[in-house]
């Protein structure tokens, strides 16, 4: 889909809290206090933070389903800040994939989920992470406001 405006932005994780909900085989990695199953869903609370044209925070109930290398995921993803100069809030939709060392993902605006100035929001974005980014991760938002 085209879009006529585009927001850039870095952001940061403030929070990550995940949590196995199934085991498939009772093996995975444990880091901290945090178990990943090796093969299994896992649930996360994560919060960001935005700064740029897009300003504000979030967050975001993800579920990864691990199978050996990989883990599909899906996510929804609460905004309030401001998108070019708009505020308000909304609400993205994650569809991705987490690799050994690289995460991808295509966020959409859920439609009708927008308040104040994104009450119209629609839009989308793809985004690729790789490695750690202590400054950021580069972020841009293709969106039409009606």
Sequence with gaps: MT????????????GWDEATEVDIDGTGTTRGETYWPHRGITRASVRYTYRGEIEGSSTVCY???????????????HFT?????????????????????????????????GTGGLQGLR??????????APDGYPFELSYDLS
């Design 81 to 113: 800040g401001s998108i070019g100069g708009h505020d308000g809030s909304c609400v993205f939709r994650h569809t991705g994939s987490h690799g050994a060392t690289t995460v991808t993902a295509h966020l959409e605006v859920v439609p009708g989920m």
């Design 123 to 132: 839009g989308e974005a793809d985004l690729t992470i790789a490695g750690e």
């Design 63 to 77: 579920v990864f389903a691990y199978a050996g290398k990989g883990a599909p995921i899906l996510g929804l993803e």
């Design 3 to 14: 879009y006529t405006s585009t927001a850039s932005a870095t952001f940061t994780v403030a």
